[in-house]
């Protein structure tokens, strides 16, 4: 499976850098990423990371609560550029479903990425509600799930397997917490993996043997122990 890494970042002078790296297919922000690039009006540092990106998918998320703000925003953000995926979660912080709102925007053609999902039903009721003819992203967000002692594999293999039946949809794997997580995602057969640059520059130097790497490890720790002149 040949898949996809995203760039997961928000940060202008490193979506420069990682544009040009021809590994890096696409970009995700979200407004987290957004406040931690120092963003300050949203519609303005959109358009300057599109004005970087202009051919490779980027995804921009809504970051209002309800369903009538988050469609006007939907409709703004989807304006900004061609190569624009609006990111809607699959549910509003009082856990309701967004499947209205996915449908509407799915029927107008619009690429849309369903962010925040962690489970193949949440996957199956978005499948149920998007028109065949648009392109979506489902991200599930595999790291987190980990990190609160779930074993996030089989609700994206499920996911996979149920989109299989639609030409229009990408399983994508998010919340990255290891290099290795690559070539898990591309085992299962998952579409497109987001990825943090630190760990992109890992992947890149991919192919160290064991041996190799016992080394390294050997010489870190002694330049770290002769540098702090420890002494027994």
């Known amino acids: 499976m040949n898949t996809k890494i995203f760039c997961d970042i928000a940060e202008i002078s490193i979506i420069k850098k990682f544009n040009k790296k021809k590994i890096v297919k696409g970009f ?42 988050m469609k006007q925003q939907a409709l703004k953000i989807n304006e900004w550029g061609r190569n624009v995926y609006v990111k809607i ?11 209205k709102l996915i449908r509407e925007l799915s029927d107008m053609k619009i690429k849309l990425n369903i962010t925040a999902v962690y489970t193949s039903s949440q996957t199956q009721k978005i499948l149920k509600s998007i028109s065949k003819k648009s392109k979506v992203i489902i991200s ?31 399983i994508l794997w998010a919340s990255v917490r290891e290099p290795y997580n690559y070539i898990h995602a591309k085992q299962i057969g998952c579409h497109i993996i987001t990825i943090p640059p630190k760990i992109i520059d890992k992947i890149e130097s991919f192919g160290k043997t064991y041996n190799k790497l016992t080394l390294e490890t050997v010489k870190n720790f002694l330049n770290d122990s002769n540098k702090s002149k420890f002494r027994i």
């Open 89 to 99: 979660p699959v549910v509003n912080s009082k856990g309701k479903f967004m499947g």
């Open 28 to 69: 995700t922000t979200n407004p987290s990423l957004m406040r931690l690039a120092g963003a300050k009006n949203y519609k303005q540092y959109s358009k300057k990371i599109l004005k970087i990106c202009k051919n490779k998918p980027v995804s921009l998320e809504v970051f209002s609560d309800d369903y009538y703000s």
């Open 140 to 170: 599930l967000f595999v790291g987190r799930a980990g990190d609160a002692g779930k074993d996030p594999l089989p609700e994206i293999i499920k996911s996979i397997q149920m989109a299989k039946k639609y030409r229009n949809v990408k």
